[in-house]
């Protein structure tokens, strides 16, 4: 079986470029999740969806970042307009239940030059 | 912020030495999750821990969930050069209205052959 997909995997775009990650999650999990990796921050939690409705927002930093999930099968984060301290690697991750593991994708590290 | 602090932050082995990282909450937890995230790599679940004072082994990794459901530890018995990589417990605050799941800071584990 496939697992979490995303794209891109790298992304490097210049300062007050639009940025649109993508996320395909295991097919049947009703918990999708966008996470960020930095060496300052660690792995923070932006949004999660729970059958394709988002659920709690309270991590997205931001009005610069949006994310959508129009089906149970795609999700987006958008950040609209970059900004160099963006930079980091963005995980969508996808669970069966509410209370399961979470399964990663490989992340799509975004460079902002 | 989100985080959770896990201790040590950095631990240098031996290989074949024991090692072990502390994930401290200072409020009741729900569970508990591990995961193992190594270099350039995304994370992957190792285990969950739900009831107070369980204890679980994958091998030569014991996990264990606090009397009190506030902290929990991961321990490896003679570490070998596969184990290298961050270590992340991940919790769920009881009574949480949500489910966030939230990462602690990692402890990066190096293993010298």
């Known amino acids: 079986d496939a697992g979490v997909i995303q794209s891109p995997r790298h992304e490097v775009t210049e300062m007050g470029q639009e940025v649109t990650l993508r996320c395909k999650p295991i097919?049947?999990?009703?918990?999708l999740f966008w996470y960020r990796q930095t060496m300052m921050r660690g792995l923070e939690l932006l949004i999660y969806f729970n059958n394709n409705v988002p659920i709690d927002d309270s991590g997205m930093p931001e009005d610069r970042f949006s994310a959508k999930m129009p089906n149970a099968s795609f999700s987006t984060l958008k950040i609209q307009p970059s900004e160099p301290r963006d930079s980091a690697v963005y995980f969508c991750?996808?669970?069966?239940?509410?209370?399961?593991?979470?399964?990663f994708g490989e992340g799509s590290r975004l460079t902002v030059l | 912020g989100q985080q959770v602090m896990q201790i040590p932050q950095y631990q240098h082995v031996q290989e074949g030495e024991d090692f072990t990282t502390y994930c401290n909450s200072s409020t009741t937890l729900s569970n508990i999750q591990w995961y193992k995230q190594r270099p350039g790599g995304h994370p992957v679940f190792l285990i969950q821990l739900v009831k107070s004072g369980e204890v679980k082994k994958q091998k030569r990794l014991t996990f264990q969930f606090g009397e009190a459901k506030k902290n929990s530890s991961l321990h490896i018995t003679a570490t070998q050069t596969t184990d290298v990589g961050t270590y992340f417990c991940?919790?769920?605050?009881?009574?949480?209205?949500?489910?966030?799941?939230?990462f602690g800071t990692g402890t990066l584990l190096a293993v010298q052959p």
């Open positions: 097919s049947g999990h009703d918990y």
């Open positions: 991940a919790l769920r605050r009881h009574g949480g209205a949500t489910n966030k799941l939230i």
């Open positions: 991750a996808s669970s069966l239940s509410q209370t399961g593991e979470l399964f």
